[in-house]
């Protein structure tokens, strides 16, 4: 018999990584296609899998970690199909669906949950009952990983878009979330750092007053993580991160924010285990996929 491998589909808004592996770490082929239409995505990532797969061994799963909003309930009609978005052609796209040609199980969640599967397994989230995964980045998503699971509520949950009190703002900045201006997302992705001071927080650098402020709308939003979800640890990750000095300031004010109010985070003379980047690097989403697969494989033969 050949060994099983799996197949894992990290979808984004820009850019689809697929990649076949043997193990969620041992990737033997990976490709890179860029998002345009879904039609034209879709088919270039089934082609590489149905390709690529029976060169290494019998496929046995695929797991897809997608950009949101997308349906996530595995009893629901919009199943594995993107929600409705900005981005030209892909409301509703039947992602999941596009990949039953290949005949194996899928599993389907965001990118966010699926990263922060990645983490659970093989990066900081390892050994943890309860975390949270957030990545800061073009958008901002948030997944709460319970028991090695992504927690659900009705639909997958969006506190990047939860509305915090707004910083020292340079004029009066009206955010650039396209539902709601100035939630969490309109003022402290990537694109609100970059359409207020015309460069990344990367670029701007640790003294630039865009970092204070991005450090405290993220803090804001690790509170409200602590004091919602009762996380053992808050795995910060994404483009925004990368920006030199932000994360030791947000485990600063986040420090500030929750006074000496009992929860999991008291009683620690710092946050420096407490928020972290995440092991896996820009690796997690895909990484994340490939456990998403072999979870999958491993439901259907039991
Ligand atoms: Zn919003």
Redesign the pocket.
Known sequence: MRKPVYAGLEAGGTKCICAIGDGPQNILAQTRIQTTTPEETLKAALDFFSSAAPRYGALAGLGIASFGPAGVQQDAADYGCIGQTPKAGWSGAPVRAAFLPLGVPIAFDTDVNGAGLGEAQLGAGRGLDTFAYVTVGTGIGVGIIHKGRPRLGAGHYEMG?IHVPRGTEPGNFAGT?R??GD?L??LASGPAITARFGQTLEALGPEHPACDLEAHYLAHLCATLVQCHAPERIILGGGVLHAKGLIERVRAKTRTLLGNYPGPASGKASLDDYIVKPELGDQAGITGALVMAMQAARARTG
């Open positions: 878009h979330c539902f709601h939630c997302e309109g």
